[in-house]
């Protein structure tokens, strides 16, 4: 699982540095929750450009 999330990441900063045009500046969204059953954690970093939109969440 690890793996994959890591060849995903690694495929977003490909895309966003440019390779075939001008770079896309990719963004990051992170959030804590606290409930009485512990802290969560979250986030998610995704790529726009023009009408299409890829994000991936943790």
Not at 30 to 43: D, F, K, P, W
Request: glycine share 18%; charged share 10%; with cysteine.
């Amino acid at each position: 699982m690890m793996r994959v999330l890591i060849a995903l990441g690694l495929t977003l900063a490909l895309t966003a540095c440019g390779v075939d045009g001008e770079p896309v500046r990719p963004s990051l969204n992170a959030g804590l929750g606290l409930s009485s059953s512990g802290v969560h954690l979250g986030g998610a970093l995704g790529l726009s450009k023009g009408p299409l939109s890829v994000s991936l969440g943790l």
